[in-house]
């Protein structure tokens, strides 16, 4: 069994900085793929980054890329995602995601294991 727990989120202004972090717990967590989703009010869930375990490769939404960077500490079970120039649109409920499939880091929505979330908010 595995366990997520976000932590990290807030309210923040445009263009400002936010880390967003998971605590993994379970057996061999260093050998699942993790993940990083988001929901925005009225929209439905959906991908951002994610990163490898196997073949140490990463994936971002473009939506994303150039401005997040997922980051893994396998030694604590930890994972990270680093969000600078937030932007309002990036304005959702952030769920961490873990799964051993070897096509998860495609960014499908059809993870195993979902932490319950936590609210990021930008203010233009």
């Known amino acids: 069994q595995v366990t997520l727990e976000e932590s990290g989120g807030g309210f923040v202004q445009a263009g400002d900085s936010l880390t967003l972090f998971c605590a993994a717990s379970?057996?061999?967590?260093?050998?699942?793929?993790m993940g990083w989703f988001r929901q925005a009010p009225g929209k439905a869930r959906e991908f951002v980054a994610a990163?490898?375990?196997?073949?140490?490769?990463?994936r971002y939404a473009d939506s994303v890329d150039g401005r997040f960077t997922i980051s893994r500490d396998d030694a604590e079970n930890t994972v990270s995602l680093k969000m600078n120039n937030l932007k309002p649109e990036d304005t959702a409920i952030y769920y961490c995601?873990?799964?051993?499939?070897?096509?998860?880091?495609?960014?499908?929505?059809?993870?195993?294991?979902w932490g319950r979330g936590t609210q990021v908010t930008v203010s233009s």
């Open positions: 990163t490898e375990w196997v073949r140490g490769r990463t």
């Open positions: 379970g057996r061999n967590m260093n050998t699942y793929t």
């Open positions: 995601a873990a799964d051993k499939s070897a096509i998860a880091i495609m960014g499908g929505p059809n993870w195993n294991y």
